[in-house]
């Protein structure tokens, strides 16, 4: 038996176990030199003194507190616990660390059913987090996680956690109650069962928290109670109760984020307040959502995800940036006619769409007068007329950056249409995705060149690009006719205006055909 600070434990559980450990997450620094310089020099002489027992305090422990608090940073739940019996030490200087991470994960297997697990297993972890709580109860901690798969069998044991993290002073707080590395889009469709219910009202007590984020729950709920120092919320697979959302956002009059991804939500969602403070918001892929409701005057950003109809009623008179998606026949003439005419400051668009036709006429020439980026992704039933494209662009006057990133079904050979003289000032830069060279999409890229004097890039790219849940960018396959893309340099060269043009025609994500510019 060996001695540490007036402790006694097992030598093998202390060399084999909390050692070992302690020396795998010192080496997990990499780069960090000092520690491992110190970790080379240290090494045999902490495992010799450990083991001959006349070590009254072990080599690791000389090291600063703050690279000692980093380096227990490191180890996972249960030998983080272990190792505050190591040494009078250690114990505060486990406080100094400013987030926390309490993951059950850190308990079983990367591929065991966690849920499923034993209960000794189970109870281990509950153990381990009300320590580690206990440990920093009346710290502060910037940062607290708590990610635990079978909290729905402890209902209690999670209300005594929050009575703890009441006493942290947490500003962002973290629950998940699903382990999966699958993405949301997947855990969606899989079939979770009954979610773990949590109650608004309950994290509320945490009067510090300035960010919240819950994953695979339901929200109870709650009789209305101020939430004044939340700024950011984010809901994920989270099932609201009708009447719940607009209860939670009279009660945090200081929210400026909110996002609902995956969530379950009534019909019409309403996002509205007399104080309401929203500057950010993110709706993605929320099943069931026929309507949403926009009251918001200090709205920035919004972005909106959704497969399928919707209906938009929007008062946002500050907003600048926006990211829109849904499908329906009719959706770009409603989107532009209908939509955005209640956003006069909108500087950046997405618009992505699925709809039946690509036509459109502004109700005046300068309809989008603030508008200076422009992502246009129309995925069409039938090959579209590029010409429909130009009174959306003429509505732009001070448009800098357009890309057109287009998804179709057959192609559009007509000839013999006039393309309309129009002044495109502004406009610096093109991408268009989704290039075959056809004699329509020949004609829109020279349209372009044509009236752009300012132009200065022209990519022309034969893979589509889409946007997905949550908006990552994926890339599909694609294909040139290469009699006529042979000479197209030359043909779009010769029509341009700009002295500054440089054209960049691509085949693939990685080959690139050809580049010409004037110089």
């Keep these: 038996m060996c001695w540490f600070g007036n402790r006694a434990l097992p030598f093998a559980i202390l060399v084999a176990a909390t050692g070992a450990a302690i020396q795998k997450a010192i080496k997990s620094f990499g780069g960090q030199g000092k520690a491992i310089v110190l970790q080379e020099k240290h090494e045999q002489d902490f495992v010799h003194k450990a083991d001959d027992g006349l070590a009254n305090e072990d080599s690791i422990s000389r090291l600063p507190d703050d690279l000692l608090s980093d380096v227990l940073s490191r180890l996972d739940l249960i030998e983080a616990v272990g190792t505050r019996i190591l040494s009078r030490r250690w114990k505060n200087v486990c406080k100094v660390r400013s987030e926390l991470h309490l993951d059950c994960l850190d308990m079983f297997r990367p591929n065991c059913s966690h849920d499923m697990g034993s209960h000794w297993v189970q109870f281990r972890f509950l153990e381990a987090v009300d320590q580690s709580l206990q440990l920093y109860s009346g710290q502060s901690i910037t940062y607290l996680r708590i990610s635990c798969c079978f909290m729905k069998e402890f209902e209690p044991k999670f209300t005594q956690w929050m009575q703890v993290v009441a006493t942290l002073d947490v500003q962002e707080l973290d629950l998940k109650f699903i382990c999966s590395s699958l993405p949301l889009c997947q855990c969606a469709k899989s079939n979770m069962g009954e979610l773990f219910p949590v109650s608004f009202r309950l994290l509320t007590a945490v009067a510090t928290m300035k960010h919240l984020r819950l994953l695979a729950c339901s929200l109870q709920p709650s009789f209305p109670t101020q939430f004044n120092s939340l700024e950011g919320l984010y809901l994920d697979l989270v099932h609201l109760s009708d009447g719940e959302l607009p209860r939670m956002l009279s009660s945090c009059v200081n929210l400026q984020t909110l996002r609902l991804g995956f969530c379950k939500l009534t019909p019409k969602l309403s996002i509205s307040g007399p104080c309401l403070q929203l500057k950010f918001l993110y709706v993605h892929s929320c099943p069931g959502l026929e309507e949403i409701d926009i009251c918001a005057g200090n709205l920035i950003t919004f972005s909106f995800f959704h497969n399928g109809p919707i209906k938009f009623s929007l008062c946002?008179?500050?907003?600048?940036?926006?990211?829109?998606?849904?499908?329906?026949?009719?959706?770009?003439?409603?989107?532009?006619?209908?939509?955005?005419?209640?956003?006069?400051?909108?500087?950046?668009?997405?618009?992505?769409?699925?709809?039946?036709?690509?036509?459109?006429?502004?109700?005046?020439?300068?309809?989008?007068?603030?508008?200076?980026?422009?992502?246009?992704?129309?995925?069409?039933?039938?090959?579209?007329?590029?010409?429909?494209?130009?009174?959306?662009?003429?509505?732009?006057?001070?448009?800098?950056?357009?890309?057109?990133?287009?998804?179709?079904?057959?192609?559009?050979?007509?000839?013999?249409?006039?393309?309309?003289?129009?002044?495109?000032?502004?406009?610096?830069?093109?991408?268009?995705?989704?290039?075959?060279?056809?004699?329509?999409?020949i004609h829109f890229a020279t349209y372009l060149v044509k009236n752009a004097p300012a132009l200065e890039r022209l990519w022309i790219r034969s893979p589509y690009r889409f946007y997905c849940d949550d908006y990552h960018l994926e890339t599909g396959g694609g294909w040139y006719r290469d009699e006529r893309v042979d000479t197209l340099h030359e043909e779009l060269m010769m029509q341009a205006v700009s002295s500054k043009l440089q054209v960049n025609i691509v085949r693939s994500p990685r080959t690139e055909l050809r580049i010409c510019g004037r110089e």
């Design 316 to 441: 946002v008179p500050k907003l600048e940036d926006a990211r829109i998606t849904f499908t329906g026949n009719g959706s770009i003439p409603y989107f532009f006619g209908e939509v955005l005419k209640d956003c006069p400051k909108l500087k950046n668009l997405l618009f992505q769409t699925h709809s039946d036709k690509l036509q459109y006429t502004p109700g005046k020439m300068d309809m989008f007068s603030n508008l200076r980026t422009l992502y246009f992704v129309p995925g069409m039933r039938s090959p579209p007329d590029l010409l429909n494209v130009v009174p959306i662009l003429e509505a732009c006057p001070h448009l800098e950056e357009f890309r057109l990133q287009l998804l179709c079904r057959g192609f559009n050979e007509e000839r013999g249409r006039e393309w309309p003289p129009r002044r495109l000032g502004q406009l610096k830069e093109v991408e268009f995705n989704g290039f075959h060279g056809t004699v329509n999409e």
